[in-house]
């Protein structure tokens, strides 16, 4: 159970950061059959964002990108293109869109709020 605390601790960190960058953000966790997308936003360039959040404790043996795997990848990039299609409003000619990961590294001891 403490996986998903932190996975969430870390989309919310993840969210506050973009925004203080000026990033909109339009959805969190937006679930589709085949996967989820973590955090959907607008860059301030305009363009459509799709964000994906990996986030761990720190190890010797891991880092958080190493858990975006190509079936990972391959499946947000299936959801990203279908939301992209089923909202073309949010989809601009001149930025279009694109997926970005941010990988967190949380220390040891580091403990989660509650």
Same mark, same amino acid.
């Given at each position: 159970? =403490?996986?998903?605390?932190?996975?969430?601790?870390? =989309?919310?960190?993840?969210?506050?950061?973009?925004?203080?960058?000026?990033?909109?953000?339009?959805?969190?966790?937006?679930?589709?059959?085949?996967?989820?997308?973590?955090?959907?936003?607008?860059?301030?360039?305009?363009?459509?964002?799709?964000?994906?959040?990996?986030?761990?404790?720190?190890?010797?043996?891991?880092?958080?990108?190493?858990?975006?795997?190509?079936?990972?990848?391959?499946?947000?990039?299936?959801?990203?293109?279908?939301?992209?299609?089923?909202?073309?409003?949010?989809?601009?000619?001149?930025?279009?869109?694109?997926?970005?990961?941010?990988?967190?590294?949380?220390?040891?001891?580091?403990?989660?709020?509650?």
């Amino acid at each position: 159970m =403490e996986h998903i605390s932190i996975g969430a601790f870390g =989309e919310h960190l993840v969210t506050d950061y973009l925004t203080s960058l000026g990033f909109r953000i339009v959805e969190r966790n937006f679930r589709e059959t085949f996967g989820e997308l973590d955090i959907v936003s607008i860059a301030t360039d305009k363009s459509l964002r799709f964000v994906e959040v990996k986030t761990l404790r720190q190890s010797d043996l891991l880092k958080p990108e190493d858990n975006l795997t190509r079936s990972k990848l391959l499946r947000v990039q299936k959801i990203a293109s279908s939301y992209a299609n089923a909202h073309p409003k949010l989809v601009r000619d001149d930025t279009g869109w694109g997926i970005d990961l941010i990988a967190l590294t949380l220390p040891l001891d580091f403990i989660v709020p509650a």
